[in-house]
């Protein structure tokens, strides 16, 4: 399995990255799997660079907060009026409850349904599994002000969490525990923001959800907006996690 990193900014698109989309990439049945985990403002330019988008296989949306999922309105785009003619069938994108409405009014305005030809939208559920080709992911609902769920996926016997965005909470621990990689959610810092719950996680608060969940072969934390230093993020998770610790970095890969 093949992480992309698309977009990791926290909250908007900074000046090194658009906001959060994640592609995964997995050979099986003679074909290369793509598999788009959201989908955040200014995400749908550089995802161009590593897939054809009328090759995506599904995307998951892990809440309807613009810097996971506006970038929806441009893939309905491409798939609508390229020249040549529209990407024939529907493209699956699983999201919370609203979500097709949401997707529609943000493009249509008061028109309803009018992505309904390009994309079938699925609601998700807290810990429904969903297969596409060789990925196996789970949905956990997890602690943000809206409908959110982190995804477990599962491919080639490796396993990469995203908890999307989240602050600390018991769905962590299922979501997390044994994942080759764990990519978390990094958008508040200790010191400064500790006194809003129930919306992101910290480094220190990451790296103790991981420590919690046990076997966690590598900690990434992403998710940081630009007004953040990444480095207080990282030292502040490194004071709790002695594993391998990195900041997720716009248009790198990682095999996994």
């Not at 909250?11 to 793509?34: I, K, V």
């Not at 296989?57 to 506006?70: G, K, R």
């Not at 046990?214 to 030292?235: K, S, Y």
């Amino acid at each position: 399995m093949r992480l992309t990193v698309v977009g990791c900014s926290g909250s908007f698109a900074g000046p090194d990255s658009p906001a959060s989309s994640y592609l995964l990439q997995a050979e099986h049945e003679g074909r290369t799997w793509s598999v788009v985990l959201d989908l955040g403002n200014g995400a749908l330019g550089p995802l161009q660079r590593y897939v054809d988008l009328a090759e995506i296989d599904a995307v998951f949306i892990t809440h309807l907060h613009p810097d996971h999922c506006v970038d929806v309105c441009g893939l309905y785009v491409t798939r609508k009026y390229r020249p040549g003619g529209r990407v024939e069938g529907q493209l699956a994108i699983h999201a919370p409850s609203g979500a097709e409405e949401r997707f529609a009014l943000m493009y249509h305005g008061l028109e309803r349904g009018g992505m309904s030809s390009e994309f079938a939208v699925h609601e998700l559920a807290d810990t429904q599994v969903t297969r596409v080709g060789p990925f196996a992911i789970t949905a956990y609902r997890v602690n943000h002000p809206v409908e959110a769920y982190g995804f477990r996926v599962e491919a080639d016997g490796v396993v990469l969490a995203y908890t999307g965005d989240t602050d600390s909470c018991d769905a962590l621990t299922p979501l997390l525990a044994g994942a080759d990689l764990a990519l978390a959610d990094s958008a508040f810092i200790d010191g400064r923001d500790d006194d809003s719950v129930g919306i992101h996680l910290s480094g220190s608060r990451a790296a103790a959800a991981a420590v919690a969940a046990g076997d966690v072969q590598r900690l990434m934390l992403t998710h940081i907006p630009p007004w953040n230093d990444p480095e207080v993020c990282r030292a502040q998770a490194a004071a709790v996690w002695s594993g391998p610790l990195d900041l997720a970095v716009a248009g790198k890969t990682y095999e996994l």
